[in-house]
């Protein structure tokens, strides 16, 4: 940090993004341009367009301080989104703290797999987190009526703030351990993202994942798939006629044990894949008694 430490340089927005740049990449962040851009962004309540708009506009020093501290959090590992607060999913900022998972681009798959099939009416969301499911599909099918459950009351505050947010009216939130009871439908529609990494996949995981993003939503306990076997335990039950369960998982080494678990007399299994193409969501529905 010794560069922006030097005494009575004024420092504009413009010197700050360039010097940024290369001090992100020399630590490994990627998008580094990006990733200044929104601290600063975020610091100054402005737009990337009303950044560069201003770009000759001279730091304060307090502005210049706080600039710093978001700099060194981001260098020493804490994801962005928890600094600033937000995350992006489906078109729309959602808030995000550390008590849930934050928003990947690739759960957008189940959103769009959910608007693809017949209309639902009534929807369960199984570990809503920051209420980024439960929500998208609130607004994307109006008229709908979800039910978001979750074990933390924590993220279940999150995910209230972010419906507020958006006036989404029509969810329910339940503070529920799918594990030990299940909530009362039948539903045309459920959404999971669950836990799905095995306790020993710990080091396959990014560093600033592991330290920061909550266990609760990370690890299963298990072998990483405890909560599809749960599932398909709850299906009969929780599934209307012509319902359909979308729920996420681990890409390619967990795809053939999905089919086995949901697979069977009577259950239609469809995988999706995302946008790197790999595997990504599970469509499960029961055509059959």
Same mark, same amino acid.
């Given at each position: 940090m010794t560069a922006i430490d030097q005494p009575h340089r004024i420092w504009r927005i413009i010197d700050l993004i360039q010097w940024g740049r290369p001090h992100f990449e020399e630590r490994g962040i990627s998008n580094a341009?990006?990733?200044i851009e929104w601290l600063l962004g975020h610091l100054l309540q402005l737009d990337r367009v009303d950044l560069y708009v201003q770009f000759e506009r001279p730091m304060e020093p307090d502005e210049l301080a706080q600039f710093k501290q978001l700099v060194q959090r981001r260098t020493a590992g804490e994801p962005l989104q928890y600094i600033i607060g937000t995350a992006p999913f489906y078109g729309r900022d959602f808030k995000v703290t550390p008590a849930v998972l934050i928003p990947r681009p690739e759960s957008e798959v189940l959103i769009e797999q959910l608007i693809r099939g017949p209309r639902p009416e009534t929807i369960l969301d199984i570990g809503t987190g920051s209420g980024? !499911?439960?929500i998208t599909a609130a607004l994307e099918l109006p008229g709908c009526q979800v039910t978001a459950v979750d074990i933390s009351r924590e993220a279940l505050a999150v995910a209230e703030d972010n419906a507020q947010t958006y006036g989404a009216d029509n969810i329910r939130f339940e503070q529920r351990d799918i594990l030990e009871s299940r909530p009362e439908g039948p539903f045309d529609a459920v959404l999971c993202n669950p836990p799905y990494v095995a306790e020993?996949?710990?080091h396959t995981l990014a560093l600033e994942v592991?330290?920061?993003e909550p266990r609760l939503a990370l690890f299963d306990g298990s072998d990483g798939l405890r909560f599809y076997r749960?599932?398909?335990?709850?299906l009969p039950?929780? !599934?209307s006629p012509?319902?359909?369960l979308i729920t996420e998982f681990g890409g390619h080494h967990q795809e053939e044990k999905i089919k086995e678990i949901f697979g069977g007399s009577g259950r239609e299994v469809t995988i999706h894949s995302?946008?790197?193409?790999?595997?990504?969501?599970?469509?499960?529905?029961?055509?059959?008694?």
């Open positions: 341009r990006l990733e980024c !499911l439960a020993d996949e710990l592991q330290d920061h749960r599932l398909a335990e709850l039950d929780l !599934l012509e319902g359909r995302d946008l790197q193409g790999d595997p990504r969501v599970a469509v499960i529905k029961v055509t059959a008694a």
